[in-house]
């Protein structure tokens, strides 16, 4: 089991606060990924990343924004929380160098009220 | 356009017996396929993963199948328990990008009763 964490775990947020959601990891794997997941459908690629100051969007547009500075930390933010960002948050974790496997996190379950 | 379908969406059975779930895909290139367990509130968790060259593959009692000629996949359970109860996920990594590109289905949601 990869050590990969997230917090918080469960967050209930009012409508136009500002989130960061936590993602770390302590195996010093170059490859990060957020993933929205809703319940009852698949995962969605938000963001990922190759590697400290590289961030890129996945294929779900998100208004939110993530931040590579450290190998460890991948926090994502969102500015202005909306119910519509109301979702499960889940990070992985993948050794560029090997095996295409990646590692999930906890999650976050975000409620925006 | 690239996608995984899973079949049935919901299945409940009695702990003790075997079920099937059902992964048919369309991405292309093809790399490998995984099964993953996602418990309510965590995160999915690798169960298997098959290349294009592996017809079968087990980890316990999880047996997964693949046929790559016409892109279904199969995960069978033997023995149910009630720690079974999960999100099955099949997920298909497409070989054609850098990324690695993973393409998932909705999952199965199984539920196993005493």
């Known amino acids: 089991e990869a050590d990969i964490y997230q917090t918080p775990r469960y967050l209930v947020i009012g409508t136009g606060k500002k989130i960061t959601l936590e993602c770390s990891q302590t195996m010093g794997h170059d490859k990060m990924y957020w993933y929205q997941q809703d319940p009852g459908m698949e995962l969605h690629l938000i963001h990922y990343s190759y590697g400290v100051n590289s961030t890129e969007k996945g294929d779900l547009s998100s208004e939110s924004t993530v931040s590579r500075i450290r190998t460890e930390h991948f926090p994502l933010t969102l500015e202005s929380a909306r119910p519509s960002h109301t979702s499960q948050y889940l990070c992985a974790i993948s050794n560029a160098w090997g095996s295409d496997e990646q590692f999930f996190g906890p999650g976050t379950r975000l409620t925006v009220l | 356009k690239n996608q995984v379908e899973q079949s049935p969406q919901s299945l409940i059975i009695l702990e003790g017996k075997n079920c099937t779930l059902q992964c048919n895909y369309t991405v292309s290139p093809f790399s490998n396929l995984r099964w993953y367990k996602q418990d309510t509130g965590r995160g999915p968790v690798s169960l298997t993963i098959?290349?294009?060259?592996?017809n079968t593959k087990s980890n316990g009692r999880y047996t997964a199948t693949l046929d790559a000629d016409t892109k279904q996949s199969s995960l069978h359970i033997t023995a149910s328990q009630l720690s079974d109860s999960a999100s099955y996920i099949c997920v298909v990594t497409d070989r054609g990008s850098t990324l690695g590109r993973l393409y998932f289905g909705r999952g199965t949601q199984l539920t196993v009763w005493p």
């Open positions: 098959m290349t294009f060259s592996e």
